[in-house]
Protein backbone atom coordinates (compact mmCIF):
# COMPACT_ATOMS: atom_id res chain seq x y z
CA UNK A 1 0.00 0.00 0.00
CA UNK A 2 1.34 3.29 -0.64
CA UNK A 3 2.37 5.32 1.86
CA UNK A 4 1.28 9.12 1.81
CA UNK A 5 2.95 11.45 -1.17
CA UNK A 6 3.87 14.87 -1.10
CA UNK A 7 5.26 16.99 -4.05
CA UNK A 8 7.76 18.61 -4.57
CA UNK A 9 9.75 17.51 -2.05
CA UNK A 10 12.43 20.29 -2.43
CA UNK A 11 11.50 23.96 -3.26
CA UNK A 12 13.25 27.09 -3.25
CA UNK A 13 11.55 30.44 -3.20
CA UNK A 14 12.33 34.31 -2.63
CA UNK A 15 10.55 36.89 -0.47
CA UNK A 16 6.77 38.27 -1.84
CA UNK A 17 6.41 34.69 -4.22
CA UNK A 18 3.69 32.22 -3.69
CA UNK A 19 3.88 28.68 -3.51
CA UNK A 20 1.98 25.59 -3.55
CA UNK A 21 2.48 22.53 -2.30
CA UNK A 22 0.47 19.06 -2.43
CA UNK A 23 -0.15 15.77 -0.66
CA UNK A 24 -1.88 12.60 -2.19
CA UNK A 25 -2.93 10.85 1.63
CA UNK A 26 -3.20 6.89 1.43
CA UNK A 27 -5.74 5.05 -0.65
CA UNK A 28 -9.01 5.52 1.88
CA UNK A 29 -8.00 7.96 3.83
CA UNK A 30 -10.30 10.86 3.48
CA UNK A 31 -8.73 13.27 6.16
CA UNK A 32 -5.18 15.36 5.42
CA UNK A 33 -3.76 17.79 7.71
CA UNK A 34 -0.95 20.03 7.11
CA UNK A 35 1.49 20.74 9.72
CA UNK A 36 5.05 23.13 9.85
CA UNK A 37 7.91 22.05 11.51
CA UNK A 38 10.72 24.81 12.34
CA UNK A 39 13.62 24.27 14.37
CA UNK A 40 12.50 27.71 16.36
CA UNK A 41 8.47 26.99 16.66
CA UNK A 42 8.75 22.75 16.44
CA UNK A 43 5.60 21.20 14.80
CA UNK A 44 2.45 23.28 14.67
CA UNK A 45 -0.77 22.32 12.79
CA UNK A 46 -2.29 24.75 9.95
CA UNK A 47 -5.14 22.94 8.68
CA UNK A 48 -7.44 19.80 8.92
CA UNK A 49 -9.68 18.80 5.87
CA UNK A 50 -12.14 16.03 5.26
CA UNK A 51 -14.53 15.74 2.74
CA UNK A 52 -13.11 18.91 0.91
CA UNK A 53 -14.09 20.58 3.78
CA UNK A 54 -11.73 22.61 6.26
CA UNK A 55 -12.40 20.84 9.65
CA UNK A 56 -10.02 22.71 11.73
CA UNK A 57 -7.49 25.45 11.47
CA UNK A 58 -4.30 26.84 12.71
CA UNK A 59 -2.95 29.72 14.18
CA UNK A 60 -1.05 30.95 10.82
CA UNK A 61 -1.77 34.49 9.05
CA UNK A 62 -4.57 34.30 5.85
CA UNK A 63 -1.42 33.79 3.71
CA UNK A 64 -2.34 30.27 4.69
CA UNK A 65 -4.84 28.67 2.93
CA UNK A 66 -5.58 25.08 1.50
CA UNK A 67 -8.36 22.95 0.01
CA UNK A 68 -9.21 19.27 -0.47
CA UNK A 69 -9.90 17.41 -3.77
CA UNK A 70 -12.88 15.13 -4.29
CA UNK A 71 -10.23 12.64 -4.61
CA UNK A 72 -9.20 13.27 -0.80
CA UNK A 73 -5.57 15.09 -2.55
CA UNK A 74 -5.21 18.39 -1.02
CA UNK A 75 -2.96 21.30 -1.72
CA UNK A 76 -1.98 23.84 0.43
CA UNK A 77 -0.80 27.57 -1.16
CA UNK A 78 1.12 30.39 0.71
CA UNK A 79 0.94 33.32 -0.50
CA UNK A 80 3.53 36.93 -0.14
CA UNK A 81 6.28 34.54 1.50
CA UNK A 82 8.28 36.03 3.91
CA UNK A 83 11.62 34.64 5.16
CA UNK A 84 10.06 32.91 8.22
CA UNK A 85 8.01 30.87 6.19
CA UNK A 86 11.47 28.21 5.49
CA UNK A 87 10.10 25.05 6.88
CA UNK A 88 9.52 21.32 6.35
CA UNK A 89 5.49 21.33 5.49
CA UNK A 90 4.38 18.05 6.42
CA UNK A 91 1.47 16.37 5.30
CA UNK A 92 -0.51 13.28 7.43
CA UNK A 93 -3.42 11.35 6.36
CA UNK A 94 -5.96 9.55 8.76
CA UNK A 95 -8.39 6.76 7.65
CA UNK A 96 -10.97 8.85 9.17
CA UNK A 97 -12.07 11.59 11.29
CA UNK A 98 -13.51 11.41 14.75
CA UNK A 99 -12.24 7.03 15.14
CA UNK A 100 -10.48 6.18 18.04
CA UNK A 101 -7.70 4.80 16.46
CA UNK A 102 -7.46 7.64 14.23
CA UNK A 103 -3.87 7.35 13.84
CA UNK A 104 -1.83 9.51 11.91
CA UNK A 105 0.65 8.64 8.71
CA UNK A 106 2.57 11.10 7.49
CA UNK A 107 4.45 12.25 4.09
CA UNK A 108 7.83 12.71 3.57
CA UNK A 109 7.59 16.55 3.56
CA UNK A 110 8.03 19.81 1.31
CA UNK A 111 11.50 21.58 2.35
CA UNK A 112 10.83 24.68 1.37
CA UNK A 113 13.44 27.52 1.26
CA UNK A 114 12.29 31.23 1.14
CA UNK A 115 15.75 33.77 0.02
CA UNK B 1 -4.63 26.50 24.78
CA UNK B 2 -3.75 22.72 24.33
CA UNK B 3 -0.05 22.19 25.93
CA UNK B 4 2.10 19.45 25.40
CA UNK B 5 5.75 19.30 27.51
CA UNK B 6 8.20 16.72 27.16
CA UNK B 7 11.51 16.26 28.73
CA UNK B 8 14.49 16.26 28.63
CA UNK B 9 15.07 18.06 25.37
CA UNK B 10 18.33 16.72 24.74
CA UNK B 11 19.66 13.29 26.15
CA UNK B 12 22.73 11.60 25.58
CA UNK B 13 22.96 8.29 27.03
CA UNK B 14 25.38 5.66 26.44
CA UNK B 15 24.47 1.88 24.49
CA UNK B 16 23.69 -0.59 26.90
CA UNK B 17 21.59 1.87 29.32
CA UNK B 18 17.95 2.68 30.59
CA UNK B 19 15.83 5.87 30.30
CA UNK B 20 12.81 7.30 30.08
CA UNK B 21 10.92 10.28 28.64
CA UNK B 22 8.18 12.19 29.98
CA UNK B 23 5.10 13.49 28.16
CA UNK B 24 3.11 16.00 29.79
CA UNK B 25 -0.06 17.49 28.26
CA UNK B 26 -3.25 19.46 29.26
CA UNK B 27 -5.98 17.81 27.21
CA UNK B 28 -8.79 15.41 28.39
CA UNK B 29 -7.62 13.31 25.22
CA UNK B 30 -7.77 9.51 25.79
CA UNK B 31 -5.19 9.57 22.95
CA UNK B 32 -1.66 9.88 23.17
CA UNK B 33 0.87 9.33 20.09
CA UNK B 34 4.65 8.94 19.88
CA UNK B 35 6.57 9.36 16.63
CA UNK B 36 9.96 9.61 15.39
CA UNK B 37 12.25 11.34 13.01
CA UNK B 38 15.53 10.85 12.05
CA UNK B 39 17.65 13.59 10.71
CA UNK B 40 16.00 15.48 7.56
CA UNK B 41 13.50 12.28 7.90
CA UNK B 42 9.26 12.49 7.87
CA UNK B 43 7.88 11.34 10.95
CA UNK B 44 7.28 7.51 11.86
CA UNK B 45 4.61 6.40 14.21
CA UNK B 46 5.99 4.39 16.87
CA UNK B 47 3.29 4.27 19.36
CA UNK B 48 -0.81 4.82 19.61
CA UNK B 49 -1.86 4.69 23.23
CA UNK B 50 -5.64 4.87 23.26
CA UNK B 51 -6.68 4.53 27.10
CA UNK B 52 -5.75 5.16 30.55
CA UNK B 53 -3.01 2.19 31.78
CA UNK B 54 -2.54 1.07 27.95
CA UNK B 55 0.93 -0.08 27.63
CA UNK B 56 2.62 -0.55 24.05
CA UNK B 57 6.02 -2.03 23.85
CA UNK B 58 8.22 -2.98 20.61
CA UNK B 59 11.95 -3.78 20.36
CA UNK B 60 13.33 -1.49 23.14
CA UNK B 61 11.00 1.05 23.54
CA UNK B 62 8.07 0.84 25.61
CA UNK B 63 5.07 3.55 26.02
CA UNK B 64 2.56 4.12 28.68
CA UNK B 65 -0.15 6.04 29.04
CA UNK B 66 -1.57 7.46 32.40
CA UNK B 67 -4.73 9.52 31.36
CA UNK B 68 -5.36 10.80 34.85
CA UNK B 69 -2.07 12.31 35.33
CA UNK B 70 -2.12 13.72 31.98
CA UNK B 71 1.30 12.01 31.62
CA UNK B 72 3.01 9.28 28.80
CA UNK B 73 6.30 7.93 29.53
CA UNK B 74 8.64 6.38 26.42
CA UNK B 75 11.04 4.12 28.16
CA UNK B 76 14.42 2.79 26.44
CA UNK B 77 15.80 -0.41 27.45
CA UNK B 78 19.81 -1.12 26.53
CA UNK B 79 19.49 1.33 24.27
CA UNK B 80 21.48 0.67 20.47
CA UNK B 81 22.92 3.26 18.55
CA UNK B 82 20.26 2.60 16.17
CA UNK B 83 17.80 4.29 18.63
CA UNK B 84 19.54 8.14 17.78
CA UNK B 85 16.95 9.93 16.66
CA UNK B 86 14.11 12.57 17.86
CA UNK B 87 11.11 11.59 19.50
CA UNK B 88 7.93 13.52 19.63
CA UNK B 89 4.71 12.97 22.17
CA UNK B 90 1.60 14.39 20.08
CA UNK B 91 -1.77 14.98 21.96
CA UNK B 92 -5.32 15.43 19.20
CA UNK B 93 -7.95 17.35 20.91
CA UNK B 94 -10.91 16.11 22.30
CA UNK B 95 -12.96 13.32 20.64
CA UNK B 96 -13.54 14.49 17.13
CA UNK B 97 -10.79 16.91 16.90
CA UNK B 98 -8.14 15.12 15.45
CA UNK B 99 -5.52 18.17 15.41
CA UNK B 100 -2.63 16.93 16.83
CA UNK B 101 -0.49 19.25 19.25
CA UNK B 102 3.22 18.13 19.42
CA UNK B 103 5.85 18.23 21.92
CA UNK B 104 8.99 20.25 21.85
CA UNK B 105 10.99 16.64 20.82
CA UNK B 106 13.74 14.59 22.51
CA UNK B 107 16.77 14.53 21.03
CA UNK B 108 18.22 11.47 21.64
CA UNK B 109 21.87 10.74 20.86
CA UNK B 110 23.40 7.00 22.15
CA UNK B 111 26.94 6.85 22.61
CA UNK B 112 28.42 3.60 21.44
Known amino acids: KAGVTQTPRYLIKTRGQQVTLSCSPI?????VSWYQQTPGQGLQFLFE???????NKGNFPGRFSGRQFSNSRSEMNVSTLELGDSALYLC??????????????FGPGTRLTVL | ELKVEQNPLFLSMQEGKNYTIYCNYS?????LYWYRQDPGKSLESLFV?????AVKQEGRLMASLDTKARLSTLHITAAVHDLSATYFC????????????FGTGTRLTIIP
Open chain 1, 92 to 105: ASSLLLGLMDNEQF
Open chain 1, 27 to 31: SGHRS
Open chain 1, 49 to 55: YFSETQR
Open chain 2, 27 to 31: TTSDR
Open chain 2, 49 to 53: LLSNG
Open chain 2, 90 to 101: ASPGDFGNEKLT
